[in-house]
């Protein structure tokens, strides 16, 4: 219907259609929307796409790094590993194993602390009533108030003095930047004092392995190769894993 005039850039209209022109006209001068920077979500709170986009893909990106600083997994991993090494089996179970058995205790241990953080940051965030910004700051009450649980004082005062900031009157008022080291330097420390721990019973074995050996006169023979099936049998006869895991979880009680 319409026809363009070859050169002129212009729409000549068929008098048949007297008001085309001005539909036309108004379909180019229609007043065009924001660029949809901004949102009115549900309860009439607004917010910032983008920022909360940013937001949102900082916090993926930081994941694996909050995984480790904020949970439980630092501890479980260490003292799997000092088993591993105890044991005297150099990849059994496997990196992918033990990494798996960790973060499945991490989600058992920190289920109750995610329902709290989605109760009362993810549900708002959803709901529209707050942005992202607000979300990670309404999330942060029972993340911090887990970590002070285990966070040793030493290592609070600390990071208290490095910040030179004043010591507050509540445990709970402690800031995140206080808080966050101070967790994780407490959970390395009470993971080698486990992994000690555990380690002392097997290098008994390979101690008096080796002086049998040694005052038998088998000099060419590695004790360890007679340790090794020692240690893996007591550790099944007693049902080591059971154990072990048992004690790390009643550690967090």
């Known amino acids: 219907m319409l026809r363009l005039v070859p050169g002129s850039g212009l729409y000549t209209v068929p008098l048949m259609f007297p008001h085309a022109a001005s539909i036309i006209a108004a379909g180019f001068l229609r007043p065009r929307h924001a660029s949809g920077l901004n949102w009115t979500g549900l309860g009439g709170a607004s917010g910032s796409v983008p920022w909360n986009i940013v937001v949102l893909m900082s916090l993926l990106t930081l994941l694996p790094a909050l995984l480790v600083a904020l949970t439980p997994f630092t501890r479980l991993l260490i003292v799997f590993h000092f088993l591993r090494q105890a044991l005297g089996t150099q990849t059994a179970p496997s990196n992918q194993t033990l990494i798996g058995l960790a973060l499945v205790l991490t989600y058992f241990l920190m289920q109750p602390v995610g329902n709290s953080i989605y109760q009362v940051a993810i549900v708002p965030f959803q709901q ?48 995140m930047r206080v808080v966050v080291p101070a967790y994780i330097l407490s959970e390395l420390k009470t993971g080698f004092q486990i992994g000690v721990a555990l380690f002392l019973p097997f290098l008994v074995i390979d101690l008096v392995v080796a002086a049998v ?27 080591g894993w059971n154990l072990l895991v048992g004690s790390l979880m009643k550690s967090f009680a």
């Open 128 to 175: 529209g009533r707050v942005d992202a910004l607000e979300a990670v700051e309404l999330g942060a009450p029972p993340l911090r108030h887990f970590m002070l649980k285990y966070a040793r004082e030493k290592d609070l005062a600390l990071f208290l003095e490095l910040a030179q900031a004043e010591r507050p009157a509540r445990a709970d008022d402690a800031p």
């Open 213 to 239: 050996t040694t005052s038998i006169g088998m000099m060419q023979l590695p004790p360890v190769i007679i340790s090794t099936p020692l240690k893996i049998l007591l550790f099944v006869m007693v049902d």
